[in-house]
């Protein structure tokens, strides 16, 4: 560690990880529900465990995207960080701002929640992944400035990279695109226009510019090549990112009473979207090929190719095979869109998230650069577990998806939906028993920082 | 990449590209809006609606259903549930009204909210107007 305030990158780093562990769980309660329909019921309505389970994911991606910028803001901008008391301040808040979130889900129904927090006043509620009081959409606005600003602060007094300018720009962006949340009008087609300014614009463009930075600075970290080759790289994917990403947000403008000419912008924009992610996997592989040494952390390597990788495959694969308009009219809303939505995010957002994790983590823990030998195999072997069992709970879904298109839409004798969900129970647990070994390659992930904590650092 | 094309031509693709795309994006927004009269069905906005729709948020229906195919899929689509119950709001309200408090044993099961007269009747207004909305025909049949 070069920069005695990156220190603060730990707790945000643990506590993504702790949170990680919960969304997991939550994810499993759900698998179950949709085989033993009335597990858990009426305590834990599958509704709230659905909340739980994204939400929690949101929150820690979000602990580790600022983790990662204060982290690597300092160590880029050559000077301590502005100030290390607000953003330890800011964690705390964040944290217990969040818990209490979680439980409120967990122990009042949520209509009490809404009442108990004033909904009515400023109605923002109820709306997939915008499900947080208003209250706690006012607290995650107040930490996104405190925490823009002590950035900002930062990068105006130390050195200029394209790495903090191209991460900054996506972290403002991700805070203003955020602020559509508060907008819900009683028009449910202007409500969904809107609401997508969040969702898509977050995850198919600003939330692109944080993954390519991230990516960027652990490729410039563990391969050794030049900065200037690494920063053109850079920005050639994030302008393909944000020029098919932006009007590709018509994908989800088809079949929401919006005009037609949607199917036309959409589908061709949106089918153009998986090239930032192919660049990306060149990229990452380019570099660790032209790479001028080796780097110790051979763990965090991993998780970057298997990033770049995974993304593609989630976002790019997947996310093409149903974006064309018809083609979407009949998997819109289907397992196929869970399928899709599972390994984009993995693949993508929780994988760059471990991927600096296990960069930072080692020297966030007073090591050189890398841990012993025995804590990264065990490390590489939780990168396997995980990413080979969402693979499968992918192609389960996927399969349970097109059968479900079959049966219940792309047919003569539609059946309904409830009866075409029993049909794909067999799917279901085999989705399942790959969340379970998901669950068991996180258990070794968390085994990987206690393991081998003394033994001397892999050279 | 080849050494012609510069970081600084890059660069310049990114601002000059993300500008451009967002403006043009603004501009089909702002063209959408200016059409949306003619599809969202907003003559049937009423105050109950309108109440309606805040009863749907408040209580997270969304967490297990889809409506307009957008939302959770462990129950049925709801944008078109009042053609699916043979135009009729008794049906959805005697549906909502009538769930189990503890569950159908063995079944994905909805929670008895315990509406009271008025949000029950705001909730399936709310489903009417929304299975109004022009949305180029979609879902493919009456299953949703
Ligand atoms: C890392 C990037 C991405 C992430 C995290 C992601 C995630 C998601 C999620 C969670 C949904 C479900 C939204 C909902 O609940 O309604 C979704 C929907 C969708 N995504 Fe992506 N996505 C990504 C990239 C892409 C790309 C590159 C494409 C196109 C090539 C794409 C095409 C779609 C389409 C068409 C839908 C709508 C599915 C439907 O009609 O039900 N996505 N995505
Ligand atoms: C490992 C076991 C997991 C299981 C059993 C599981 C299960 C589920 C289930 C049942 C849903 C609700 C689908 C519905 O609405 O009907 C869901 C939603 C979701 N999960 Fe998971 N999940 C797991 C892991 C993950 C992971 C690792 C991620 C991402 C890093 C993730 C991201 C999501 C997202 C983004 C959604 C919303 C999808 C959408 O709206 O299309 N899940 N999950
Ligand atoms: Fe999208």
Redesign the pocket.
């Known amino acids: 560690m070069q920069y005695q305030s990156q220190a603060v990158a730990k707790p945000y780093f643990i506590a993504a990880i702790g949170l990680f562990v919960g969304q997991i769980l939550f994810g499993l309660i759900m698998g179950l529900q949709y085989v033993i329909g009335d597990f858990l019921f009426p305590e834990i309505p599958f509704n709230v465990a659905r909340m739980v389970h994204t939400n929690l994911l949101i929150v820690w991606i979000l602990f580790g995207f600022m983790g990662a910028a204060y982290y690597l803001v300092p160590e880029e901008s050559e000077c301590e960080l502005y100030s290390p008391k607000l953003a330890l301040l800011m964690f705390w808040v964040f944290l217990i701002a969040g818990a209490l979130t979680i439980l409120g889900y967990l122990l009042v129904p949520y209509a009490t929640l809404a009442e108990m927090t004033g909904n009515s006043l400023l109605p923002t509620m109820g709306r997939?992944f915008l499900e947080q009081p208003t209250i706690t959409k006012i607290g995650i606005v107040i930490v996104a400035l405190a925490f823009l600003f002590n950035l900002g602060m930062t990068m105006l007094k130390g050195r200029k990279t394209v790495i903090t300018l191209v991460l900054f720009i996506g972290l403002v962006g991700l805070a203003v695109f955020f602020l559509f949340s508060f907008f819900n009008p009683d028009n449910l087609v202007r409500d969904k226009l809107y609401w997508w300014f969040v969702?898509h614009l977050w995850?198919?463009g600003v939330w692109e510019l944080i993954l390519g930075a991230i990516l960027a600075f652990v490729l410039i970290k563990t391969t050794g090549v030049d900065r200037e080759v690494i920063e053109k790289w850079l920005y050639v994917i994030i302008a393909l990112a944000l020029i098919t990403g932006i009007i590709?947000t018509g994908?989800?403008f088809f079949w929401i009473g919006l005009p037609g000419y949607w199917q036309w912008w959409g589908s061709i924009f949106?089918?153009l979207?998986?090239l930032p992610?192919f660049m990306m996997t060149v990229f990452a592989f380019n570099m660790v090929n032209q790479r001028r040494r080796n780097h110790p952390n051979q763990a965090a390597v991993l998780w970057a190719l298997g990033t770049s990788v995974m993304?593609f495959l989630?976002?790019?694969v997947w996310?093409?095979m149903?974006?064309l308009a018809p083609v979407?009219y009949y998997?819109?809303?289907t397992q196929i869109?869970a399928a899709?939505?599972h390994m984009?995010?993995y693949g993508?957002?929780a994988m760059i998230v471990l991927t600096i994790i296990s960069y930072a983590m080692p020297m966030l823990r007073g090591r050189k650069a890398a841990n012993s030998g025995k804590s990264q195999i065990l490390e590489m072997w939780s990168f396997w577990l995980m990413t080979v069992s969402m693979v499968f709970i992918t192609l389960f879904l996927t399969a349970a998806g097109v059968l479900q298109v079959y049966t219940q839409r792309y047919t003569d004798n539609p059946q309904p939906f409830m009866a075409v969900q029993e049909r794909l129970e067999l799917f279901y647990w085999m989705r399942e028993a790959a969340g379970v070994v998901f669950l068991i390659g996180l258990i070794i992930y968390i085994i990987s920082f206690f393991a081998g904590s003394n033994e001397p650092e892999q050279a | 990449m080849s050494k012609t094309f510069t970081k600084s031509m890059a660069r310049n693709i990114f601002y000059g590209g993300s500008l451009f795309f967002m403006l043009l994006f603004a501009a089909l927004v702002f063209d959408s809006e200016s059409s949306l009269p003619d599809t969202d069905n907003r003559q049937a906005i009423t105050e109950e609606v309108a109440l309606g729709k805040l009863v749907w948020e408040q209580n997270n229906c969304i967490g297990c259903h889809s409506l307009l195919?957008?939302g959770a899929y462990f129950a049925p689509e709801l944008g078109n549930v009042y053609t699916r119950f043979g135009n009729s709001t008794e049906a959805i309200k005697a549906f909502i009204a009538s769930r189990p408090k503890e569950g159908i044993p063995g079944r994905r099961s909805m929670p008895q909210f315990n509406l009271s007269e008025k949000d029950l009747n705001a909730v399936a207004e709310f489903l009417k107007y929304s299975s109004g909305i022009k949305n180029s025909n979609w879902p493919p049949n009456i299953q949703g």
């Open positions: 997939e969702v995850v198919e590709g994908h989800h949106s089918a979207e998986p992610f993304a989630g976002a790019g996310g093409f149903h974006t979407n998997t819109h809303g869109t899709h939505g984009a995010f993508a957002y | 195919g957008e």
